[in-house]
């Protein structure tokens, strides 16, 4: 089984990039239908959905734009429940706009909540959340709407494509899971 290292933790493969290829891929198709004719704009959650929003938005047919918000609430290996925002993001891009959310993982839904209700100040015509993973048995987002996940996930902690322990791992293919 391959395993990673990442300062004092190690890691092992859990999604290989081949199977993430094809997920994805299958998402942008359902978006593409759900979206036909339409322009949308993928707001990007950074740092974590980079990878994800990236090759995402590289499948889609219809006319799309990009926005990005720097949102997080995770430190280490645990949600902090206190959300920091250290990019606004452009209201005026977002009037009148589908948006479609591109988020790494919904674990309790705390930050996409918080997120949803930002946004709806900026007004968009409508709002969807793409998600690669969620991990249902933390989520307490009752009103939160997930439209289009990936794959749904236990409660562990993952790295790789995109995201990060303690800022590391983003740049792996694969996504891993700890030991
Ligand atoms: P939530 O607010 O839903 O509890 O947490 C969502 C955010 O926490 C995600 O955007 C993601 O950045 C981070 N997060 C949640 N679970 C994991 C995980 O297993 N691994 C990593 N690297 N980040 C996670
Ligand atoms: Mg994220």
Redesign the pocket.
């Given at each position: 089984m391959k395993k990673i290292n990442l300062s004092d933790k190690e890691f092992s493969l859990f999604i290989p990039s081949s199977d993430i290829r094809l997920t994805v891929k299958r998402m942008a198709e359902r978006i593409n239908v759900d979206y036909a004719g339409k322009e949308v704009v993928l707001l990007v959650?950074m740092n974590?959905a980079m990878i994800f929003a990236s090759d995402l938005i590289r499948k889609l047919k219809i006319s799309a734009r990009i926005s990005c918000v720097k949102i997080?609430?995770?430190q280490g290996m645990h949600?902090s429940g206190n959300i920091s925002q250290e990019i606004e993001f452009d209201r005026e891009a977002l009037r009148g706009k589908h948006v479609i959310v591109a988020?790494?993982?919904?674990?309790?839904?705390?930050?996409?909540e918080y997120l949803v209700r930002e946004l709806k100040m900026a007004r968009p015509s409508s709002i969807a959340i793409a998600t690669l993973l969620s991990?249902p048995l933390s989520f307490t987002g009752q009103s939160l709407k997930l439209h289009y996940v990936g794959y749904e996930i236990p409660n562990?902690?993952?790295?790789g494509y995109g995201?990060?322990?303690n800022g590391l791992g983003r740049q792996y293919e694969d996504i891993y899971k700890t030991t």
């Open positions: 959650v974590g997080s609430s995770y949600s988020e790494d993982i919904v674990d309790s839904g705390v930050t996409m991990k562990c902690f993952v790295v995201m990060d322990y």
